[in-house]
């Protein structure tokens, strides 16, 4: 939690307590208006939160993008990539009818290539319960590209059982890369899909996985973290990640105040560009550790690559 956000509470509740002082001194007409005031300021607090804790976790959005990457090789300009990931079924409001609405919407676009980004699971707690693998990916099973739909695994189907996972969705054509490459056949050419394990449960064989794709073969990788994107070669020009859902809260002036990230807001949601190559990050559709999100819908990326 950053220092500011800490400091902002403070003098927020400092105000409030000096208002309510200054109201008990002051004339009647003044009592009334500080009154009003105060009155008005706890029903726009009320309001936000009914808008960050039920209204906005519910909201699914297609997000748009299209990016020019900057060592974009030929065979990847004009491809549109769906980028799906945080699922956390049995999250608030992520059930039965939301997982096919995920599917629906997301082939409504009809993107080239579907990925998913890992975290389907979501632990039994006070806002969540946790739903089988198995479930998941029978309902994403519909999801349809030319390309195909490819998913990594993230901390949270590993902290739960990664193996089961991973056997429920390659059991629904779905297929898992982990530390493994695939190639993908586009406009009478090709380019490698590269899926990185997760960083914080898994070893990543970064140089290892990469050595299996043939020499000066375009390459898009696949994570669930974008941490690890510093320790990925320059040479490849594209990672796609999620795991950060944004922060799920992203105040004015104030930003993104917890993130699950060593570098801050650096590689918090959208597109980053380090040392000659290129990151996304999804900020994903489920919630996570609290089920609040404000300023950062749920969201489907369709990703347009541009050379």
């Not at 049995?90 to 629906?104: S, T, Y």
Request: aromatic fraction near 10%.
């Amino acid at each position: 939690m950053s220092v500011v956000f800490v400091l902002a509470i403070a003098v927020l509740i400092a105000l409030f307590l000096f208002v309510f002082q200054l109201s008990r001194s002051a004339d009647l007409i003044w009592r009334r208006r500080i009154r009003v005031t105060m009155a008005t300021v706890v029903l726009v607090i009320l309001a936000l939160g009914v808008w960050a804790f039920i209204i906005e976790p519910n909201r699914l959005i297609v997000h748009q993008e299209a990016i020019a990457i900057n060592s974009g090789p030929k065979e990847l300009d004009g491809l549109r990539i769906a980028l799906i990931s945080d699922i956390h079924t049995g999250g608030p409001f992520i059930d039965d009818r939301k997982l096919r609405q995920i599917v629906e919407l997301t082939n409504q676009q009809s993107p080239d290539l579907i990925v998913l980004l890992g975290d389907y699971m979501s632990p039994n707690s006070w806002h969540s319960h946790r739903v089988e693998p198995e479930v998941t990916a029978a309902a994403l099973k519909y999801l349809h590209a030319p390309l195909g739909v490819y998913t990594v695994l993230g901390n949270h189907d590993w902290w739960y059982n990664g193996q089961r996972v991973w056997r429920a969705f390659e059991s629904q054509g779905i297929r898992v890369l982990e530390n493994d490459v695939a190639e993908v056949n586009w406009q009478g050419g090709s380019f490698w899909l590269v899926g990185l394990a997760d960083l914080w449960t898994r070893p990543q064989r970064i140089k290892e996985t990469l050595a299996k794709v043939p020499a000066d073969n375009p390459i898009i990788v696949l994570t669930h973290n974008p941490d690890i994107f510093p320790k990925i070669p320059s040479s490849v020009p594209l990672v796609l990640a999620g795991h950060t859902h944004g922060g799920q809260v992203n105040f004015p002036i104030i930003g993104r105040v917890v993130l699950p990230s060593g570098y801050g807001q650096k590689y918090a949601a959208g597109h980053v560009q380090e040392d000659g190559h290129d990151l996304f990050v999804t900020t994903g559709i489920g919630t996570s550790i609290f089920p609040v999100r404000f300023r950062v819908p749920p969201e489907i990326v369709i990703l347009t690559l541009k050379r």
